[in-house]
């Protein structure tokens, strides 16, 4: 199952004037992963675009990962990087043979991959398949395994940004610029 934020439409109108028609969006936050996963004490950790990286090892200090590219949005006070570096040089460095074996403690790759798929159907311009952008990582609680959830989702359909003609392109055009994508897939 893929968890996703609930919204609705609504009508705003401000002192009795219409003002347009606008989406309200579930936030990503304690309240959501307590509906979606029935705990809310992990690790939530937002992927912030600062440079162009793509799941390469950076090296064994945490904070090369975190808050540069995974801002913590829960135990903001102890926000324990550590098993990103971990899952991180497994991405990189765990044997073709026993990758599957290797990333199990860290994501489930079927789920991944059917994430990827979403995003690839609704040809998604700003996803983590063709910019590795937009999403956040739980971090179960008192686990190694997380889950990605996606996060602003308005480029979909094609929507202009990095590529205007994104529902022409060939399906998954951009796995393999991605460590985890490439891996995942082999």
Same mark, same amino acid.
């Given at each position: ?13 401000? /002192? ?5 028609? &606008?989406?309200?969006?579930?936030? @990503? +936050?304690?309240? $959501? ?6 705990? /809310? ?8 675009? !600062?440079?162009?990286?793509? $799941? ?29 570096? +971990?899952?991180?040089? @497994? ?9 599957? !074996? ?5 994501? +489930? ?13 609704? !040809?998604?311009? +700003? ?5 590795? /952008?937009?999403?956040?990582? &739980?971090? $179960? ?7 990605f959830l996606p996060h602003d989702k308005d480029l @979909? ?30």
């Amino acid at each position: 199952e893929l968890p996703a934020n609930r919204e609705v439409n609504t009508k705003l109108y401000v /002192n009795g004037e219409y003002s347009g028609l &606008y989406t309200i969006i579930e936030s @990503t +936050d304690k309240d $959501f992963l307590k509906r979606v996963f029935g705990e /809310n004490d992990g690790y939530l950790y937002e992927y912030i675009f !600062a440079a162009s990286w793509h $799941f390469e090892y950076l090296g064994d200090d945490p904070t090369l990962y975190s808050p540069k590219f995974f801002e913590p949005k829960t135990n903001e006070s102890k926000p324990d990087a550590k098993p990103i570096v +971990d899952m991180v040089r @497994t991405i990189n460095t765990a044997s073709d043979a026993e990758f599957a !074996a290797a990333m199990a403690p860290y994501l +489930d790759l079927t789920l991944f991959m059917k994430h990827l798929a979403v995003e690839d159907f609704l !040809a998604e311009t +700003d996803g983590i398949l063709s910019g590795m /952008n937009n999403f956040y990582l &739980y971090r $179960f609680e008192k686990k190694t395994l997380s889950q990605f959830l996606p996060h602003d989702k308005d480029l @979909t359909f094609g929507g202009q940004f990095n590529r205007q003609n994104r529902w022409s392109a060939p399906l998954l055009s951009f796995a393999s610029r991605n460590v985890l994508i490439r891996r995942a897939m082999n």
